[in-house]
T-cell receptor
């Protein structure tokens, strides 16, 4: 089954404790991206990657890091989480051969930073 | 970054009614997309629009790409309870590598 998986689905942590949210896709997609969803703000793009070893900032990259060492994985790293990073996070992937960049989304990771 | 203004923020309608929601922007977008998000899940693409003026249907859903490339609307005809969810508009930039989302329209349908 073609899918985007994220782990963990739920996470409660404390300020300053480094964490990583994993994302993996099995569709051989070149493009992967991370979003955060906050009430009334829709989804805002954090980082994206157009292929292995290529990453770029989205609209809200501050406080986040990503890496793309393999095509299927795109982890999101919070080196020193803060309460304003409490949010619902989505990973997405797509093939860049589609003009409109249809993105397939994972199920989401709900993060709470105390 | 670019911003999309989506309205209304929420709608509570009777089953069988038609629904209309729209998005506007001060910037031009090359493509417009409409997504639906069910509770506890990620967004799923409903309709994609590629050209200014384009009108596209998907079952009971119809969406249009505005002539100015700064707006789009989504209509749902004869709503049913499973239409409940949050609907997002989204636009892609020139390079197609970034997606900007509207704030969402929460749709509630009363049986």
């Amino acid at each position: 089954e073609a899918q985007v998986t994220q782990n963990p689905r739920y996470l409660i942590t404390v300020t300053g404790k480094k964490l990583t949210v994993t994302c993996s896709q099995n569709m051989n997609h070149e493009y992967m991206s991370w979003y955060r969803q906050d009430p009334g703000l829709g989804l805002r793009q954090i980082y994206y990657s157009m292929n292995v070893e290529v990453t770029d900032k989205g609209d809200v990259p501050e406080g986040y890091k990503v890496s793309r060492k393999e095509k299927r994985n795109f982890p999101l790293i919070l080196e020193s989480p803060s309460p304003n990073q409490t949010s619902l996070y989505f990973c997405a992937s797509s093939t860049m051969t589609l003009a409109y960049n249809e993105q397939f989304f994972g199920p989401g990771t709900r993060l709470t930073v105390l | 970054g670019q911003q999309l203004n989506q309205s209304p923020q929420s709608m509570f309608i009777q089953e069988g009614e038609d629904v209309s929601m729209n998005c506007t922007s001060s910037s031009i977008f090359n493509t417009w997309l409409w997504y639906k998000q069910d509770p506890g899940e990620g967004p799923v693409l409903l309709i994609a629009l590629y050209k200014a003026g384009e009108l596209t249907s998907n079952g009971r859903l119809t969406a249009q790409f505005g002539i100015t490339r700064k707006d789009s609307f989504l209509n749902i005809s004869a709503s049913i309870p499973s239409d409940v969810g949050i609907y997002f508009c989204a636009g892609t930039n020139n390079a197609g590598n970034m997606l900007t989302f509207g704030g969402g329209t929460r749709l509630m349908v009363k049986p």
